[in-house]
């Protein structure tokens, strides 16, 4: 059904031309304002052209989610769950109502579905809902009356009929679950790129838009703060094979497929390089070397609810280890805190801490049969007299903590080395 | 139950101090900021001191719903009535979201309820829906658990699970129809005035603010644009006997109580002056006095939607006769075309038009038992020099239709010829 086939018409990307089932998710850049929420109309009505059924999801509109909890926050510092979830959910409502107005003002047939109407059925974990049922009756129902179904996103409803919602950016969510529940051959995300490419192209100009990415390295892609795609979503269509196409909210282009068939030999061994500026590190001098030690320093870390990436402990001398970790830039001052009052009771060396560390990461499926990639990365930085903080690595990915001010140097001489330019081996435009 | 009792204390306004239970009903006006929902707390917070129950209904904040239907009206000059309650009913839900916010931040125990978990099941008619049913079991379960339960006002929903809306001013509705549901002691409409006045205070300073007013009179001081109370929300509390109190939105005061208790002999004749400023009026001179020659003339105009007021036909004159009718400020240059348009047709003499009338009511249920007041009501008139183009009447209201310039001088020479002022019969302040 689907192949790597270019854009042969618009609406019919890499589908075959008799009648497909498409979701198109809409966020909320998209759908701002009035003119962009027709600007989506014109799209919506393009891409149903040849027949195609449509189901639409959408984000609240521009800043208004912001704008809610900001009202939220002048009440309370940790207002209540339910009654957020109760609050934010309106937004989306709104883009929904004004989404199916404006098909209904064109005579295209269409109605605006709340979470609760479609019914998405999640548990009962406010703010963070996870989906255990999206029915799929209401939407047959609505699609072989000829409408357009339109979801607001990122809501949906216990089972003691509460609002709940997804969390940020759950509204990828919403249009994965309603493409697994009709079974929709696309899941469209209509966002202010025009697809997944091999870096950021503001740090890389020579960046490369990539055809198609598999599920895996669209997940590290996604974990490393790279903002086209929720994490979640990208889960969620893993675990039920939803084809995802990232694509401008123009409707225009190709976009990229994120797919789960594993490259054929031909493929390149690295996809892309991945960053993520807001990191920090902390290391601690001369903890004992013995059990119990390392757990004490990083326990109330974890406690505190503070995630711990990279961990690094050098091999001992005279009774004592270095123990290095990563975190969030946004945590480091209270992680600070916390290991200087914990070093402190352990009586062990100095806390150094540092705010500006940046983590690159070289990122492909082919790495799992290619040696060397980890050679090449670290040649590669050595070559440019980038030092080397932490390492961690997983089947498909290196990643590299290393010094701010290394970060453009760092990802362009890596982009450059793995031949990821535009003019390179990619098979792309 | 209740009295004519003094407020005696904050929150114990004319209700036994026994635990009352007690709908409080907060306007947009009255949740329009952040800063306004934190008062309206305090006054429910006040309101339940002595345990009493509260439920609470709660409309959109503040300029909310105009600018909603702003946005609608960019779109289409007539959006699809099912979108555009989906559009609106989100402006309650989040009022009623960050007032139960509010409510829980200071420790007062506070869910918001939209109108599918109340729920207020309707028909639907998108747009002014009617309720058929008000569930009370979850209402009943919050406040057994000691919660108040603050609803999204305005909205409600189909037997197909649609959201339906009751129209402007429909979270009056609301509140009365929870009274109801819940045989609440009494609804307290919380708005920008302090009660029900003899006649609008701006017009005459002298206005006196009711400590009771009944249905009857409500409802025709309603109908002749009398802000305070939405019209069929007066209706459904005479329905359902539920005793209405206005009050200011400080919660201060004892406001205006509405009841359906029979004034006893005592009671003034004229409880106030109701008046309308957006009138109009036509006139078609020389109609043949034959029967149709109306009909063909008024059968135009009601068939545009235009609603006709007070009509009044002069005795025949040769075979002619002039009709006259009055109809709202809004509709005038469209009724002009109509008539001008019919009476060419019928071949009769002039249309003649005026839109700078006003129509004058004095109401009281008391004129039932005293002839006199119409009489009265014309010398007063006639001394000040005002010439009444039409008049209709009903078994408590005496409408007179003048000349705009009169407005004031009516309503004030009318206020004092009844004796309404302040220091005259009346039993307030």
């Known amino acids: 059904m689907r192949g790597s086939r270019r854009s042969d018409a618009r609406g019919a990307i890499g589908v075959d031309p008799v009648v497909a089932r498409l979701v198109l998710k809409f966020g909320g850049t ?43 926050s002048q009440i309370s510092r940790r207002p209540a769950r339910r009654e957020m979830d109760m609050l934010l959910s309106s937004g989306e409502q709104v883009t929904a109502a004004l989404l199916a107005m404006t098909l209904l003002e064109r005579g295209i047939d269409a109605v605006s579905l709340l979470g609760h109407q479609v019914p998405f059925t999640t548990n009962s974990t406010h703010g963070r809902a996870r989906i255990a049922d999206v029915g799929h009756e209401r939407l047959e129902l609505e699609l072989g009356a000829g409408r357009i179904p339109v979801v607001a996103g990122f809501q949906g409803v216990d089972e003691h009929g509460e609002i709940t919602t997804f969390g940020r950016g759950g509204s990828d969510t919403t249009a994965v679950a309603l493409a697994a529940a009709i079974k929709a051959d696309e899941c469209r995300i209509l966002t202010d790129v025009d697809g997944v490419y091999t870096t950021d192209p503001r740090v890389v100009p020579e960046a490369r838009r990539l055809e198609r990415v598999t599920f895996e390295e669209m997940l590290e892609m996604a974990s490393l703060g790279s903002r086209v795609l929720q994490i979640r979503a990208v889960k969620y269509a893993g675990k ?190």
């Open 30 to 72: 998209s759908v701002a304002t009035v003119e962009h929420i027709a600007r989506a109309a014109d799209v919506i009505a393009r891409q149903r052209e040849g027949g195609h059924e449509i189901v639409v999801a959408v984000s609240a509109m521009g800043d208004t989610t912001d704008r809610l909890v900001d009202l939220s």
């Open 240 to 429: 039920y094979n939803v084809p995802i196409r990232v694509l401008h909210m123009s409707g225009e282009g190709p976009g990229t497929l994120i797919t789960f068939e594993e490259p054929d030999v031909e493929s390149p061994v690295v996809s892309g390089i991945a960053f993520n500026r807001e990191e920090a590190e902390i290391t601690v001098t001369g903890v004992p070397d013995r059990p119990g030690a390392a757990a004490a320093l990083l326990g109330p870390i974890s406690e505190a609810e503070i995630e711990v990436d990279m961990i690094v402990m050098n091999a001992p001398r005279e009774g004592c280890v270095d123990l290095s970790f990563s975190i969030g830039r946004a945590d480091f001052d209270q992680a600070m805190e916390i290991v200087r009052e914990a070093a402190a009771g352990l009586g062990v060396g100095d806390v150094l801490g540092n705010d500006r560390a940046v983590k690159i990461s070289v990122v492909g499926v082919g790495m799992r049969s290619h040696a060397g990639v980890a050679t090449r990365m670290f040649e590669t930085l050595a070559r440019e007299g980038i030092n080397v903080r932490m390492v961690s690595t997983s089947e498909i990915k290196i990643s590299v903590l290393v010094e701010e001010k290394y970060l453009e140097l760092g990802v362009r001489s890596l982009h450059e080395a793995f031949g990821l330019e535009r003019t390179g081996n990619g098979s792309d435009q």
